[in-house]
């Protein structure tokens, strides 16, 4: 079963995005969003995950989004989150 994990804090004020890693199955995705589009700030820490960035929060941000990240809208979310078995929001 595929999941779309959806993290929105700062991966440097807590461990969600730790969390979510090391939970996260090989068909899984990541969705950024919010201040959690901070995480592009160390991409090194994403590697190997399927990642999908609001591109309205990171620009927002003053953050590119680098390759192979993929910016997405709102819309392209509602397509993700339809793509997916399960959507797990890490609140």
Known sequence: ???LHVLSHSPFTDNRLDSCLR???L?????????ATYAL???DALKGAR???????AE???L???PPAQAIDYSGFVELALAY???NTWL
């Open 41 to 43: 700030r160390t991409p």
């Open 23 to 25: 939970l996260l199955g």
């Open 60 to 62: 927002a941000r003053g």
């Open 27 to 35: 068909e899984d995705g990541v969705l950024l969003c919010g201040d």
């Open 85 to 87: 078995d399960k959507v």
């Open 1 to 3: 079963m595929t999941t």
């Open 51 to 57: 990642l999908f960035v609001l591109a309205e929060d």
């Open 64 to 66: 590119e989004v680098p």
